[in-house]
């Protein structure tokens, strides 16, 4: 048997080739998804700390008091979150203009920190995470 004829016909190595092809889309997809994981479960906790700050303002009786109880909530209650600081969240609290029976907890959060935005280049979600939950005073 000639040596073109071994060579074409030999499958030794073709695994460690199909890894080297196949593994770095495998490993691109694998922490992409960590990426995204890791930036929704920051999206959702802004969330949350504004609906949980939004049922703590609601005992303020103006938009000043209100806005004071939303912060001291935030500041209180982030410090176990690990990938949210309370220093890079802006917080507003202000009557609806349609609607003078509610108001809204807002928060604006730079998420510029997040370790994803240094591992990527390619496209990844805006770095400003902006969430906000709205309250209806006195009941339905």
Not at 21 to 38: D, E, R
């Given at each position: 048997m000639s040596r073109i004829a071994r060579l074409f016909g030999s499958r030794d190595g073709a695994a460690a080739i199909e890894f080297a092809?196949?593994?770095?889309?495998?490993?691109?997809?694998?922490?992409?998804?960590?990426?995204?994981?890791?930036y929704l479960s920051a999206a959702h906790s802004i969330q949350q700390i504004a609906a949980d700050a939004a049922r703590t303002a609601i005992a303020g009786l103006s938009e000043g008091e209100r806005e004071r109880l939303a912060t001291d909530y935030i500041q209180r209650t982030t410090m176990d979150q690990s990938f949210i600081k309370p220093s890079h969240m802006t917080v507003t609290v202000k009557a609806d203009a349609s609607n003078a029976n509610q108001f809204t907890v807002r928060i604006k959060y730079d998420a510029s920190d997040l370790p994803i935005y240094n591992m990527f280049t390619f496209a990844m979600p805006s770095e400003q995470i902006e969430r906000f939950a709205t309250i209806r005073l006195g009941g339905i």
């Open positions: 092809i196949i593994a770095p889309l495998f490993f691109l997809c694998v922490l992409t998804l960590i990426a995204y994981g890791i």
